[in-house]
């Protein structure tokens, strides 16, 4: 390579001149040097493309010869580093980088490298990926001030670049900081009052106190596990065209919600929910955590390839652990090797494979422990009303044995009867009513017989009624009829005419027991499979068994069908009946016309086929299986034991129903795995290279259980406590949310184009302390928040504008506007109409007409709550991909549809409006205006708008506010009582009997002000 003349005289102005000179005494290379690297060199000098066998991603390639045989890089010596020759040459075809590359070096970046190389080229391992090593807090000259390490990491930093922190917060503020970032939640004033004046008297005990409530409030979970379904990208749909619900979803968030709430150490929380399924003997709720895995979007869609979806999903899985655990962006390693990280091409396909072979399954889970406890006592209530009621039957059967002797003799002489019998004899009922499913009509004929008309349902009952005649009654006849009407002419409703007969129970009124028992049925004709028996048998109830009698493929003829009773019944007068037919199969196999009629002559049926045989046979040549099938059937149709026995079956029927519901989780392919192989350009039709579970070379190795990794290696590995980025990243995000911005601001990047961390001792620190802790996430929280840096005030400081107008030194409290959802939950708390409930379904509280339809989905309806689920948290509104609710979008809730460790925050004209007029803060401002007034009975104004304050603000105005408010409220009382009419629609449900509606309209205008406030929104 030849060096330009202009070249060296560059280098001797920069060898020589003191006017440039780097921003600070000695070179960093993370701060000012891999920054320039991986801007503005690895596009041409990266992992896939090593222009002239240059790579400036380590020492070691940056060190080599290159196919010049000139070398980049020379530690010590720059003025022989080929490096420092082209990126100050000026001809434009040597420069570096390239014009049409990237931006030319500074004068400043030229001189950064030119010293980086002379002070040694030293290139350490990227802090993210340096081994984790708990730091000594260092020592400050304000020892005082030091309540915990993390104090002195951040004085340390304050003291270095002479800055003084700021005040502790006023308490008040304090109080409502901690109540906002613990639970989500205002203080009450009876909770401000009596804090304040605990804090103000036991200063740090006080604190430890009001902190350990809030921690151990179950409001804590909602308000952290909001944060991680942000992470897990939950949805109550599926996503994309068709964009259907998942019922299920919510019991997901309730999972998220408890485990927080118990504070499960966060490595048991990650190894749960990525291979719950996989833990030994692993109980429904490890199971259950697998459902962050179904958090994904599944696309339903006709016509669509499931395996190119499939891929997707695992693709997203693979990306949402990279953000989250490992704060890297692993997309661009779909297609290519990272330009800029360590994550090579095949790399994130080993990832792949840890998810590859995890099939999407569902799984039986409880509902909640709460319906659990109410089953478990239920089933205790079941078990004693069962053994009570087969007491009573065991009573019965103490003296079965001469009374089934004397049946025996009955039933023979009516099998004689009945062989002796010239034939059948019957006299048809006309009913005296007939009923059934709604849109079902029903005509009834001079012979008896009932014509079914109107809708025809995919099930149906009928119910005929009527009185038997006087006499003796051994059966009923059911003649299915045909008819012009009918589809197929019948004798069934359905095109073809068939129909299926599932159930047939016959009550008398008054009789000692019900319903009767039939013995046996016969049918002229019955369809394969469709035995008439079936329709009488003790599993033929309605549900349970969905066959019968059908008649297929003898329709268009009229059939009929013998039911014979177990006990013949003597009727001394006509008497009323109740006969329920059955006809449970579904797909519109209903009867469409049919008559009844009762058997008056005796019939061999009167005994089933069974018993009767074993009737001829004297006691002791009966095998012991025949004579115990016999005494079960005289078992039920005995006086005695019958009535008991149904009162067993009765009671056993109504088992309380486990509260379990189907789950969407994650299940390990167990046979035929799948291989994985590098995808060409992310194509997953274009599979290269097979590769097996592995993860990336730039962290610890992991240990797979076995020759194939599974997801829970890949878990155990993330949480192993040798893996350095995982802690650094989680300990961020706790610290993010307590600040509003993490040590490293960018939550989601901790590779090499993301931030540097500010505090990089305090973030080892904290992750250490972290690991150290059992990894609990509640200790993590209560040590931030017990130190000083926490507390301090958020006031703005304008000394510190130029110097730090970021606040990276941390030398204040950072204000800023709190999430959507508990923009909602402030105000309907403030207002006393936030629902206590925790947990559950989902819903729907009001929202703009026509929003909900703007989806694929037309099926879908938003069908506005009641009672208090109008009111629940934020966090439990219905969440549709394709439809959000616009209260939730407009105060930047992520969409759900790939991972979001980082929520955005915008302050927009369309969220004043929002909360100014949509119905959720219209109603607050009705219920806070209503509870004002009824809670300070016989005050003046200037009471109730202190009151307001505090309910809102915790804090009572000052006396310039109290007067701006004051003015509104006598302008607003003015305007309503020229407007009557509006007054009384703009109260709403805050009418107060007694209270004139413009005067409550008035302070509806006027308290909804505070709900409005940049102060009311804001944690600060």
């Not at 029903?442 to 009624?465: K, Q, R």
Request: a negative charge.
């Amino acid at each position: 390579m030849t060096r330009s003349p202009a070249h060296f005289v560059a280098i001797l102005v920069l060898s020589t001149a003191g006017a440039i000179r780097p921003a600070y005494s000695e070179v960093e290379f993370e701060r000012d040097i891999r920054p320039i690297f991986a801007e503005k060199c690895t596009i041409c000098h990266g992992p896939d493309d090593e222009k002239g066998g240059l790579r400036l991603t380590g020492i070691d390639f940056a060190t080599r010869t290159l196919d010049s045989g000139d070398v980049a890089i020379v530690p010590g010596k720059p003025d022989e580093s080929t490096l420092i020759d082209r990126i100050h040459t000026t001809d434009p075809d040597d420069v570096m980088p390239p014009p049409d590359k990237a931006d030319p070096l500074t004068e400043k970046e030229k001189a950064n490298l030119r010293q980086w190389i002379a002070e040694g080229a030293v290139w350490p391992k990227h802090w993210a990926y340096a081994d984790l090593v708990k730091p000594e807090p260092p020592q400050v000259k304000q020892a005082d001030w030091v309540k915990n390490p993390i104090d002195a990491f951040v004085l340390a930093r304050l003291e270095k670049e002479g800055v003084e922190p700021s005040p502790q917060a006023d308490t008040v503020s304090l109080i409502r900081r901690l109540y906002v970032d613990l639970i989500g939640l205002p203080p009450t004033m009876d909770e401000v009052a009596r804090y304040r004046e605990d804090l103000d008297s036991n200063g740090d005990a006080a604190l430890s106190n009001l902190v350990d409530g809030l921690l151990a409030s179950r409001r804590f979970g909602e308000r952290w596990g909001r944060h991680w379904l942000d992470k897990a990208r939950y949805a109550d749909s599926d996503g994309y065209e068709k964009d259907n619900n998942r019922p299920d979803a919510w019991r997901y968030r309730d999972w998220v919600i408890d485990a927080i709430n118990d504070d499960l150490p966060f490595d048991k929380f990650t190894i749960e929910q990525f291979a719950g399924d996989l833990l030994p003997d692993a109980d429904p709720e490890q199971v259950l955590a697998t459902a962050f895995n179904r958090q994904t979007l599944t696309n339903t869609e006709g016509g669509t390839d499931k395996e190119q979806w499939r891929v997707a999903a695992v693709m997203d899985r693979v990306e949402t652990m990279g953000a989250v655990w490992l704060g890297l962006t692993l997309t661009c390693a779909r297609c290519h090797t990272h330009k800029y990280d360590e994550i090579t091409q095949a790399e994130y396909y080993q990832l792949f494979a840890y998810f590859n072979n995890g099939d999407e399954s569902n799984a039986e889970v409880i509902e909640s422990d709460e319906a659990w406890a109410k089953y478990e006592s239920a089933l205790a209530k079941h078990g004693q009303q069962l053994d009570e009621a087969r007491a009573k039957a065991s009573a019965a059967r103490r003296d079965l044995e001469n009374r089934m002797l004397e049946w025996e003799a009955r039933a023979q002489s009516w099998i004689a009867e009945g062989e002796a019998s010239k034939g059948s004899e019957y006299t048809p009922i006309e009913p005296a009513k007939v009923t059934g499913p709604k849109g079902v009509t029903f005509s009834i004929d001079d012979s008896g017989a009932v014509l079914a008309g109107g809708e025809n349902p995919n099930e149906a009952t009928y119910t005929v009624t009527g009185k038997l005649p006087s006499g003796r009654i051994y059966g009923i006849r059911l003649e299915a009829l045909t008819d012009n009407s009918l589809g197929g002419e019948g004798p069934g409703r359905m095109e073809r005419g068939n129909f299926v007969l599932g159930n047939l129970t016959l009550s008398l009124n008054g009789y000692a027991y019900n319903p009767l028992v039939f013995s046996e049925a016969k049918a002229d004709f019955a369809q394969g499979g469709f035995d008439p028996n079936q329709v009488i048998s003790p599993d033929s109830v309605s549900g349970k068994e969905r066959k019968g009698w059908a008649v297929s493929p003898q329709q268009g003829k009229s059939h009929e069908a013998i039911f014979a009773l177990g006990q013949p019944v003597t009727l001394k007068e006509p008497t009323e009946f109740s006969l329920v037919l059955d006809q449970n199969y579904g797909g519109n196999h209903t009867l469409g016309k049919f008559r009844i009629s009762v058997l008056t002559t005796p019939t061999v049926m009167t005994v089933p086929e069974a018993q009767r045989h074993t009737l001829q046979k004297s006691p002791d040549r009966r095998t012991a299986e025949e004579q115990a099938a016999l005494v079960a059937w005289f078992e039920r149709i005995d006086a005695k034991t019958a009535p008991m026995l149904a009162q067993v079956k009765a009671v056993e029927s109504k088992l309380p129903k486990k509260p379990e519901m189907d789950v969407r989780v994650i299940k390990e392919r167990s046979g035929d795995r799948r291989s994985t192989h590098v995808f060409r350009r992310g194509e997953f039709k274009e599979p290269m290279d097979e590769v097996a579970a592995n993860t990336l070379a730039v962290l610890p190795p992991v240990e797979n259980r076995g020759k194939e990794g599974d997801r829970l290696d890949l878990a155990r590995w993330l949480v192993s406590g040798e893996n350095p980025l995982p802690p650094r990243v989680i300990a961020n995000e706790v610290w993010a949310n307590l600040f509003g911005e993490g040590i490293v601001t960018t939550l989601n990047d901790f590779g090499v184009r993301g931030d540097r961390p500010s505090h990089p001792k305090l973030l080892d620190w904290i992750a250490a302390e972290f690991i150290g802790n059992g990894w609990s996430r509640k200790q993590l929280i209560k040590t931030i928040v017990m130190s000083n840096t926490y507390r301090q005030s958020s006031n703005h400081r304008p000394e510190l504008a130029d110097i730090d107008p970021k606040n990276r030194l941390l030398a204040r409290q950072n204000r800023f506007r709190v999430e959507a959802e508990i923009v909602r939950d402030l105000s309907l708390a403030s207002a006393g109409l936030l629902s206590d409930k925790i947990g559950g379904p989902s819903v729907f509280p009001p929202i703009p007409a026509g929003v909900a339809d703007v989806n694929y989905n037309s099926a879908f309806k938003w069908k506005v709550s009641e009672g208090e689920d109008r009111y629940r948290r934020g966090m439990y509104t219905f969440f549709k991909r394709t439809a959000p609710h616009p209260n939730l979008m407009t105060f930047d809730c992520p969409d759900s549809n790939v991972t979001c460790v980082q929520r955005t925050r915008s302050n927009t004209p369309l969220a004043a409006l929002i909360t100014l007029n949509n119905d959720t803060f219209v109603e607050a401002s009705q219920a806070l205006a209503k509870r004002v007034i009824e809670e300070t009975p016989g005050a003046d104004d200037e009471a109730r708008i202190d009151h307001a304050f505090q309910l809102c603000l915790a804090r009572k105005p000052a006396e310039a506010a109290r007067d701006r408010l004051d003015s509104l409220l006598e302008t607003s009382r003015a305007w309503y009582r020229q407007h009557s009419d509006e007054a009384k629609a703009f109260t709403g449900t805050g009418a107060i009997e007694g209270v004139p509606a413009e005067e409550t309209a008035a302070w509806v205008a006027t308290l909804r002000v505070l709900l409005n406030l940049d102060e009311f929104l804001t944690r600060s």
